[in-house]
C-alpha cells in the first residue's frame, strides 16, 4: 500500500517498523486461501525496513520486512487442531510517486504544502517461510506472489486536513507444486480496490476509515477448478500518532463484512514505527 506522509518525503530518510498483530481467522498467514472448517488464531510479529530516496525528481523508496508468527486452531468436524510458530513468508517492495511527490532537500521541506499524488508500486512475497507439504497448517505459502499497485491521494478541505486514498492492485501468484503434499495448487489472479479516508486532527494526530474489496482468485487443484471464486470485503480503522519527529505509534482494527470463499477475519495491529534522516534531531 502506498501511503507517504510528510516525515518520509525527506531524501535520505530510513525507517524501521516493529509490528505485532492479532487474527482471529479461518486462513494462515496467506491471506488470500482459506482452510475450510478452520478457527485459527494468529500472533504476529514483524519487523520492516523502508529506505526513501529520490531519482529524476521523484520521490522513491524500497523495502523489505519478515514476520514471525504463532498460529494456533482447529478444523470443525475433524479432530485436526494443532500449532505452528516460526517465520513467516517475507515481503519486498518498490514505490514511486509519478505525480505531486517530489523528492524534497531539507530547505524544500520546511515549505512544501500537500498536493494530489499518483504512485505505482511492485510487492512480492517470497516462499522463505516455514512449510511442510504433509501439514495444513502452515506459515508459509510455499509460491512466490506478486501485486502491482497504482495509488492515488487528494488533500482536500479547511487547512487540507482531509485526505481520500483510493487504490487498485492485482494480486498474482506462482504455483505451489507441493500442496498437501504432492498436488498443485494453482490461482488466478485477485484484483482488489482500496479507500480510505483520513482527517488530521492536529498536526502530530490523524485517523482514517479504510475499506478494501477483493474479488475472483479461483483455485486449481492438479487442473480441477475448486469453484471458490471470492468476494471479500473489508471496513477498518487506523489511528496514527507521531510521538516526536523519530517515533510514531500506529493503531489498526479491521473486520471482514463479506468473506465468500475468503478469510473471516478480525483482528488489530499495533507498530512503532522509528524514522530517522539528517534533518531530524
Do not use: C
Request: proline content about 4%; cysteine-free; hydrophobic content about 35%.
Amino acid at each position: 500500500m502506498i501511503r507517504v506522509h510528510m516525515k518520509t518525503r525527506l531524501l535520505g530518510t530510513n525507517q524501521v517498523e516493529l509490528g505485532y498483530t492479532y487474527l482471529r481467522t479461518d486462513s494462515s498467514l496467506d491471506t488470500s486461501l482459506i482452510v475450510a472448517g478452520s478457527n485459527l488464531n494468529i500472533n504476529q510479529g514483524i519487523i520492516d525496513y523502508a529506505r526513501y530516496f529520490g531519482l529524476f525528481q521523484h520521490l522513491m523508496w524500497v523495502e523489505a520486512g519478515v514476520p514471525l508468527a504463532g498460529l494456533s486452531g482447529s478444523i470443525s468436524g475433524t479432530n485436526i487442531q494443532g500449532s505452528n510458530t516460526g517465520a513467516g513468508d517475507s515481503s519486498y517492495a518498490f514505490a514511486m510517486l509519478l505525480k505531486g511527490g517530489p523528492a524534497l532537500s531539507v530547505e524544500q521541506f520546511e515549505h512544501y504544502q500537500p498536493t494530489t499524488t499518483l504512485g505505482l508500486s511492485l510487492t512480492m512475497t517470497a516462499p522463505t517461510g516455514s512449510y511442510q507439504p504433509n501439514k495444513i497448517l502452515n506459515l508459509g505459502s510455499d509460491r512466490w506472489s506478486f501485486k502491482p499497485e497504482l495509488a492515488w491521494s487528494h488533500p482536500f478541505g479547511r487547512e487540507q486536513r482531509w485526505e481520500f486514498d483510493a487504490y487498485a492492485n492485482v494480486s498474482f501468484y506462482t504455483d505451489n507444486s507441493s500442496y498437501h503434499g504432492k498436488e498443485i495448487l494453482r490461482q488466478d489472479p485477485l484484483p482488489a480496490i482500496e479507500g480510505h479516508l483520513s482527517h488530521s486532527f492536529t498536526d502530530d494526530l490523524w485517523a482514517s476509515v479504510d475499506t478494501r474489496y477483493s474479488f475472483r482468485g479461483t483455485t486449481n487443484v492438479d487442473g480441477v477448478s475448486q469453484n471458490n471464486s471470492q468476494q471479500n470485503f473489508i471496513l477498518g480503522t487506523e489511528m496514527n500518532i507521531s510521538l516526536s519527529p523519530r517515533n510514531t505509534l500506529i493503531f489498526e482494527f479491521g473486520k471482514a463484512l463479506v468473506h465468500n470463499n475468503g478469510p473471516a477475519v478480525t483482528g488489530f495491529s499495533v507498530r512503532y514505527d522509528y524514522t530517522w534522516a539528517k534533518a531530524h534531531r
